[in-house]
């Protein structure tokens, strides 16, 4: 069985850092593409980043790009998302999303989701 497990959230003021990591059981990173989205209260869940099975390749909304990094760590089938400069308007639940699959797709079909980590940056 896939089960993600995700942590790392925090309270955090502007400008400030945050480490969030996503642990994957019943499976290896080589056979899926893993995102990390997030949805803030009364918004739409968004995509904030992707990494590639195929390749190590990356992804990255407009809106985090020069400040979140992610990264995957094979041996503990872990993928991490490196956030700084935080914002405010990056306040949100944070969820990790595995899918089937050697790319990064466009839409994201029936993937196995974690459960979410807060994420609140202060001003």
């Known amino acids: 069985e896939v089960q993600l497990v995700e942590s790392g959230g925090d309270l955090v003021q502007a400008g400030g850092s945050l480490r969030l990591s996503c642990a994957a059981s019943?499976?290896?990173?080589?056979?899926?593409?893993i995102g990390w989205f997030r949805q803030a209260p009364g918004k739409e869940r968004e995509g904030v980043s992707c990494?590639?099975?195929?390749?190590?390749?990356?992804y990255y909304a407009d809106s985090v790009k020069g400040r979140f990094t992610i990264s995957s760590d094979n041996a503990k089938n872990t993928v991490n998302l490196q956030m700084s400069a935080l914002k405010p308007e990056d306040t949100a639940i944070y969820y990790c999303?595995?899918?089937?699959?050697?790319?990064?797709?466009?839409?994201?079909?029936?993937?196995?989701w974690g459960q979410g980590t807060q994420v609140t940056v202060s001003s």
């Open positions: 999303a595995a899918q089937y699959g050697s790319n990064c797709p466009r839409e994201w079909k029936n993937p196995y």
């Open positions: 019943g499976f290896t990173l080589d056979d899926y593409a």
């Open positions: 990494i590639a099975s195929s390749d190590g390749s990356t």
